[in-house]
């Protein structure tokens, strides 16, 4: 059973930072993408960032210059810094795995985790 663990969420003030970390478990495969979606009440679910199994990236425009996606030494974590941070970007955030649905658009289909709450304060 694969299972995702995040962690690393919490409350800053604008152009603050944060770091989140996801661990994934019980994928029997290497080649797997990780990524990250976040959803805020009222707002359109929206695909962040994504590593996949080679380390090459995509982010939103929205995040773009202000997020990095990263993997650990241990492939099956990756990490979302998140810096320069506005109140639109207060939502839950999402860690998704997944060996098919590896675009920004799809990533929400593959495995996710519990969430974290990440708040932006002006």
């Known amino acids: 059973q694969v299972q995702l663990v995040e962690s690393g969420g ?3 003030q604008a152009g ?3 770091r989140l970390s996801c661990v994934v ?3 029997r495969s290497n080649n797997y993408c990780m990524g990250w979606f976040r959803q ?4 359109e679910r929206e695909g962040v960032a994504r590593i996949d199994s080679d380390g090459s990236t995509v982010y939103a425009d929205s995040v773009k210059g202000r997020f990095t996606i990263s993997k650990g ?3 099956n974590t990756a990490y979302l810094q998140m810096n320069s941070l506005k109140p639109d970007d207060t939502a839950m955030y999402y860690c998704a ?3 098919t649905f590896c675009s920004l658009g799809t990533i929400y289909l593959g495995y996710d985790g519990q969430g974290t709450q990440v708040i932006v304060s002006s």
């Open 40 to 43: 805020a009440p009222g707002k």
């Open 25 to 27: 478990s019980g994928y």
């Open 73 to 75: 030494n241990a492939k």
């Open 97 to 99: 795995a997944s060996g």
């Open 10 to 12: 919490g409350s800053v």
């Open 16 to 18: 603050g930072s944060l």
